[in-house]
Structures are given as structure tokens and as C-alpha cells.
């Protein structure tokens, strides 16, 4: 007996694929590989063109289109009425979405529609044979990070899981769509309307492309009591870097919400990660433990983020700052 | 015009002492002895959401939550900060309900005690942080839901909804009832005034068991989809190589370091 397909629905803004979906992409060809089944991508929206081409080149067997001028905006029943009916008739194995606002909000109504386990901001999906199957194992951070915790869904499907980013290289798009390319009709009932997306405003100032960039530069609690962020500003400049930090910065003002990194707040896996004046309690350090390399400055040199991290400077940030800056731009 | 309203409240443990959870090294299971509950922090706005919606639009505010018995320290919290009402799902055999199971309980208890025109979750409570019960919750009262909320106002009766996203934000109109999920920007939670503590702590709470939402399963361990298979502690795992000198010195060593590692 065949296996039901592996699925993942796809987020794009301006005609472009999002990374985090290139990510859970190439996952997903890796598990449908070990499971002998199709690789699926769903994806909603309209004008959908350039990334249906796209997302047929990544490898996948199937990419379905569901393409409206109703889809434009994210509608949460419409979207998840969709999903459902599509899990419903295909009856897909896993089904896989984002851990971003619009991925985590749908998965939850469409996991219900479909009355099956959801397994929430995983950071590793892996395979296992438990009693003669194989399932897959959804690996999270719990109670703030201190464990690794590893979920099951050994009954009900599909499987289905929030992925975070950052949890694997995205899947390359080749100049030649191989998939096969469903358009699927969207016939919907006005009832699911109810509740209805007006207006999407995208603002530059909260958003940054912190997940994505390949250097970021992080503050902790130590650049709140250096009383600016000034300095840190200036080395994510001199790095072209995205600045990210703790909750504390967030706190006062510092930095948007939408910048935190942790449990609570963004993953992401840079080339390089630089982390100045925090501790590094784990429900930090999981927001960034597969960037490729970690540095770490902080004055205390019995601060936790020391024993993780590849590179450290014990200093004060006020004093290492200036001299990292300045010798980065003499040789960069 | 009068609303009924509710509002979802959990009992979790407090989050600053997350770093003293141990495991049992025999069970493999959670050891939680000694670490202190709270109202989960986001609930706190959800209530606030809720009370000033009340005091705008008049109505009545009913909070609802479901655990153990020491879970009534949350409702009296709801009722000292000013709701009307307080139920309490409670049985032994809510305990290890996942997400779904939580969602469909709540909405049980929900239909028990009454008909509600706006239902306000917290986004996410902090110990599983899944985040996903308020759109289980509202499929299965049949409601249609938003999360991510951080402003709402009523409009010709119906509700505007500005929602949080991490490019900006989406503004949205729903149809009563609606379950809404607020997030921290949604306003600043209200204290508990002193008659409403002393209100709190005589109030005659409202518990509904296991019998009356007719859970299918024999316990909600059974009954969930999703099973936690095992747990093992976070350690790291990188050799650090770390510079201790004077800030010029370190600096120079670390730009030399990273250089070699092709970090640069």
C-alpha cells in the first residue's frame, strides 16, 4: 500500500516563495523519500503565476492552486474551509505548515477541521517505526527552551505540524517546473465571510527580514545597561546585519516585538550570529543554536552563552563594541 | 444592547522558574514540585480585552477555565480584576488533554453555560505555547475566529479587528460571535481592585465535570491525537574558544578566529 502524500502549504508575498516554505520543501521530500510518497505543495492567493512556476520547480510532484481574487488576503475560514476539503478528498500523510501569524492561525482550525493532531513550532521532523509504522517524530524546545521535547501522532491523519525556519537548507528552484500543476476552482460560500480581511499594511519598521539574513546581531539585557543600542546598530551596519535581541530590549522599547529571538519570539539560523550582553538562559539561546557560528560578547565569564557558543570575548560591551567595529571596518 | 462574553484563563506555572524543571530520570516525566502558578500572562489581557469591552458596550463577562482544582486562583483573579461569573472544568480525567481535546472540552463547557457573543483567548499560554486552542475552540463552537489581535472596536455591530503580523498588520471584520486570541500589544491589564478580591475569594465557583461535556474517550490522555514520546535536556554543544584579553587584543584574536573558520 502506497503511502498518502507529504504536504506543505506554501506562504509567498510579492510573486516570491518565502524561504521558510523552500525549507519545509526540501524536509518534506526528505521524509516522502523515506516514506515512498508524493511531495504536495497547496497554495492560495491570487495572481499566482510566477510562484506556481516556481514552486513546480523545486522538485515537488504536485503543486495545487488555489488562485482568486477572493485569496488576495489571508481569510481565515475561507482559506482553512479550502485546506480541509482538499486533506478530505486527498487524504494526504503529513500535512505541514509555518510557524509564522498566518501558518500557526490556520493549521489550528484546519488540524480541527480534520479532527487530527497538530504539533506545534517544531524544530526537527524525523521518521521513526513505532508498533510496525512509520511516523513521524515533531521535535520542539518545551518549558522555555530546557528540553527538547519529541511528539507523536500515532493514530490520526494527516500528521500535522507547525515548522519554525531555519530547520534545514531551502529546496533550490530550477529554471524547469517539473511538477505536475493543479488549478484547482474556488467556488466558496458566502457564510465564510463572516470574517473578512479588509486591509494588509506592511511596515517596513516592524518587519526587517530577520529570518532570513545571514548575519544577525543580537542584544541581551547587558546592552540595556550599557544604556544604548546605538553601538550595536552601528556593528549590524558595518556587517550588514539584522538586529534581533532579548526580551528585556523589547521591554523597553528598544527593539520591535517582531525582533525578539526565543521560544517566544523568532528562530533563525544565520551564517554568523553575534550575541552581546546576554547571559544565554535556553529559552534565548533556542531562537539561534543552528546559526553556523555563534559569538558571544559578555562581561561575565561565567555567563552560560560561553559554554555554547564558537567564539567569546569576556569584556565590557561599551569598551568591545567600538574596537570590534572599528577593526571590522578596517578589515572588511 | 447587552453582550455576553467569555473569556478563556490558565493556571500555568510561572515561566521564571522553567529553568528549575527537572526530569525524573526514571519516568522520563516532568518534575514541577516546588515551582509557583500564575494566571497565564497573556489571559490577563484577554480579560482586560474583555472587561473594557463590557464596560463600553454592556454586558457580562464570564471567565472560564479548565484544570485542576488549585485552578480556581486564576478565576479568582478574573473575578477580583471585575468578572461576573467564573466556571471551572475540573475533573482528573482533563488532565493530559492536548490541544485539540483542550479546545473541544472548553468549548463544551462553553455551550454548558451559556450562549456567548465574543469568546477572548490569551494568543498563547506559556508552558505549551502551542498557541493553536482559540481557532480549535471556535471550529468547535462553529464560530468563526482571528488571532494575533491587538485592537478591537464595534462598528454597526460588527467587530474591527487589527491584527498583529510579522510584516506589519491586517485589519478585519467579523461577524458576532467570534472568538478572538489578543497578544500583549492589546492594552495594559487592569489591577484587581480590593471589593473585587474580597468578592473573589467568597465567590461560589461553577465546576462542571467530566459527565457533563460527555467525553468520548475514557480520560483525555487517550483521547488526544498527538502523544508526548519522550523529553531529554537542552545542552550545547560547541567548543568555545574564548578571549579574555584587554578589548583591542581580544577583538584582534576574535576577527583572526573568525577569519579562519570562514565566519568572515
Redesign the interface.
Known amino acids: 500500500m502506497s503511502s498518502g502524500a507529504v504536504c506543505v502549504f506554501a506562504e509567498h508575498f510579492q510573486g516570491t516563495v518565502k524561504k521558510y516554505s523552500l525549507e519545509k520543501i526540501n524536509k518534506a521530500r526528505q521524509i516522502a523519500a523515506g516514506l515512498g510518497a508524493q511531495t504536495v505543495v497547496l497554495v492560495c492567493g491570487h495572481r499566482l503565476d510566477k510562484v506556481v512556476r516556481d514552486l513546480a520547480g523545486t522538485g515537488v510532484t504536485k503543486v495545487y492552486a488555489y488562485d482568486h481574487p477572493g485569496l488576495e488576503m489571508y481569510q481565515p475560514l475561507l482559506y482553512a474551509d479550502l485546506l480541509a476539503g482538499w486533506a478530505r478528498e486527498e487524504k494526504p500523510e503529513i500535512m505541514w505548515f509555518s510557524s509564522s501569524s498566518i501558518g500557526a492561525d490556520l493549521a489550528s482550525r484546519v488540524a480541527a477541521k480534520l479532527e487530527t493532531g497538530l504539533t506545534a513550532h517544531c524544530v526537527d521532523l524525523d521518521l521513526e517505526e513505532i508498533d510496525g509504522k512509520k511516523v513521524v517524530v515533531h521535535s520542539l524546545p518545551g518549558w522555555g527552551g530546557n528540553f527538547m521535547v519529541k511528539i507523536v501522532c500515532p493514530e490520526k491523519r494527516p500528521q500535522m505540524a507547525t515548522v519554525r525556519s531555519g530547520i534545514c537548507e531551502p529546496a533550490n528552484i530550477s529554471g524547469k517546473p517539473s511538477a505536475e500543476v493543479i488549478n484547482v476552482p474556488v467556488n466558496f460560500n458566502k457564510e465564510l465571510l463572516k470574517v473578512r480581511a479588509l486591509e494588509e499594511v506592511r511596515d517596513e519598521a516592524a518587519s526587517g527580514e530577520l529570518e532570513t539574513a545571514e548575519v544577525v546581531v543580537a542584544g541581551g539585557w547587558g546592552m540595556r545597561s550599557a544604556g544604548s543600542l546605538d553601538l550595536l546598530r552601528q556593528l549590524a551596519k558595518t556587517l550588514k546585519a539584522e538586529i534581533g535581541g532579548t526580551r528585556p530590549l523589547v521591554d523597553c522599547g528598544w527593539i520591535e516585538e517582531s525582533r525578539m529571538i526565543g521560544v517566544s519570539g523568532k528562530t533563525v539560523s544565520p551564517r554568523l550570529f553575534i550575541s552581546v550582553g546576554a547571559s544565554g538562559q535556553p529559552h534565548y539561546t533556542t531562537g539561534f543554536d543552528k546559526a553556523g557560528v555563534i559569538v558571544c560578547i559578555n562581561n561575565d565569564p561565567a555567563a552560560p552563552l560561553f559554554e555554547m557558543c564558537d567564539v567569546g570575548i569576556v569584556g565590557d560591551a561599551r569598551r568591545v563594541l567600538p574596537e570590534l567595529i572599528a577593526q571590522l571596518e578596517a578589515a572588511l | 444592547m447587552s453582550y455576553n462574553i467569555a473569556v478563556c484563563v490558565k493556571h500555568v506555572p510561572h515561566?521564571d522558574y522553567?529553568?528549575k524543571?527537572k526530569?525524573d530520570p526514571k519516568t522520563g516525566t516532568?518534575i514541577r514540585t516546588g515551582i509557583p502558578s500564575i494566571v497565564n500572562p497573556l489571559d490577563r489581557h484577554a480579560l482586560e480585552v474583555a472587561l473594557s469591552f463590557r464596560d463600553k458596550y454592556g454586558g457580562r463577562v464570564t471567565a472560564i477555565s479548565m484544570g485542576p482544582l488549585p485552578a480556581r486562583e486564576a478565576l479568582e483573579v478574573a473575578l477580583a480584576m471585575g468578572a461576573d461569573e467564573a466556571v471551572l472544568l475540573t475533573d482528573r480525567k482533563f488532565a493530559g488533554a492536548?490541544?485539540?481535546l483542550t479546545?473541544e472540552i472548553l468549548a463544551k463547557g462553553l455551550k454548558e453555560t451559556g450562549r456567548f457573543d465574543l469568546v477572548v483567548c490569551g494568543d498563547?499560554a506559556?508552558?505549551?505555547?502551542?498557541?493553536?486552542?482559540?481557532?480549535?475552540l471556535?471550529?468547535?463552537l462553529g464560530y468563526?475566529?482571528?488571532?494575533?489581535v491587538q485592537e478591537i472596536s464595534l462598528v454597526n455591530g460588527k467587530l474591527k479587528v487589527k491584527?498583529?503580523?510579522?510584516?506589519?498588520?491586517?485589519?478585519?471584520?467579523?461577524?458576532l460571535p467570534?472568538v478572538i486570541a489578543v497578544n500583549?500589544?492589546s492594552g495594559v491589564p487592569r489591577n484587581m481592585t480590593v471589593p473585587g478580591i474580597m468578592r473573589a475569594v467568597k465567590y461560589e465557583l461553577k465546576t462542571i465535570t467530566a459527565d457533563r461535556v460527555h467525553l468520548s474517550a475514557p480520560n483525555a490522555l487517550e483521547g488526544?491525537?498527538?502523544?508526548?514520546?519522550?523529553?531529554?535536556?537542552?545542552k550545547?554543544?560547541?567548543?568555545?574558544?574564548?578571549?579574555?584579553d584587554?578589548?583591542?587584543e581580544?577583538?584582534?584574536k576574535?576577527?583572526e578566529?573568525?577569519?579562519k573558520?570562514g565566519?568572515?
Request: aromatic residues 8%; hydrophobic residues 40%.
Open positions: 515561566p522553567f529553568s524543571v526530569l516532568i492536548d490541544s485539540l479546545a498563547f506559556v508552558d505549551g505555547s502551542t498557541g493553536q486552542v482559540p481557532a480549535q471556535a471550529e468547535y468563526p475566529h482571528l488571532t494575533h491584527t498583529t503580523r510579522e510584516t506589519g498588520y491586517a485589519l478585519y471584520e467579523a461577524q467570534v500583549k500589544y488526544s491525537p498527538t502523544r508526548v514520546l519522550g523529553m531529554t535536556e537542552v550545547g554543544g560547541r567548543k568555545a574558544v574564548v578571549f579574555t584587554e578589548p583591542a581580544a577583538v584582534k576574535a576577527i578566529h573568525l577569519k573558520v565566519a568572515l
